[in-house]
C-alpha cells in the first residue's frame, strides 16, 4: 500500500498523523501538491510538486494510484476516481468513501453546488477540525494500515 495525500487542502495536524503513522508502519507516503510544503526526513514521506492549476494534483493522483493504495482527500470527485481504480479513499475528518456511499456524497455535492450556483446564500462551510474528528481519522488510518498488513 502506498498512502497518496492530496496535500494542498490537507490539514497539517492531519499530515503530521500521516507521518508519525507512515514512519511506524513503514508506508510510503506521498504529498501532492502545487506549492513546496516540509515533509520530514525519512525514506517513508516525500513531496511531489506539480505545477499549479485545476485539479493538475488530482489527476497526478489518480494517474499514479494502484490498487489498495490509499488517497486521503476531501475533494469528492477525486475519490469517486480513486475508488474506480480500486483504491481506498479517505477524508480528513475520518469518512472512508466506499463504491456504497460515493454516489449519495456525489450527488449531495452536486446538489449544494447548484443552489449555490442559482443564488442560495449558503453560509459557512465545513467546521473547524476539531480533537473528534482527529482521533476518527487517526482511528480510520490504523484499520486501513492493519487490514493491508493482514
Known sequence: MHIWVDADACPAVIKEILFRA?????????LVANHSMRVPVTQY???LQVS??????DNEIVKRVKKNDLVITSDIPLAAEVLE????????????FTENNIKQILNMRDFMDTMRSSGVEMSGGPAKLNSTDKQTFANALDSLLAQHRS
Open 45 to 47: 514521506v516525500n513531496l
Open 85 to 96: 481504480e480500486g483504491a481506498f479513499a479517505l477524508s480528513p475528518r475520518g469518512e472512508k
Open 22 to 30: 507512515a514512519e511506524r508502519t513503514k508506508t510510503h507516503t506521498t
Open 52 to 57: 499549479k492549476g485545476f485539479d493538475i494534483a
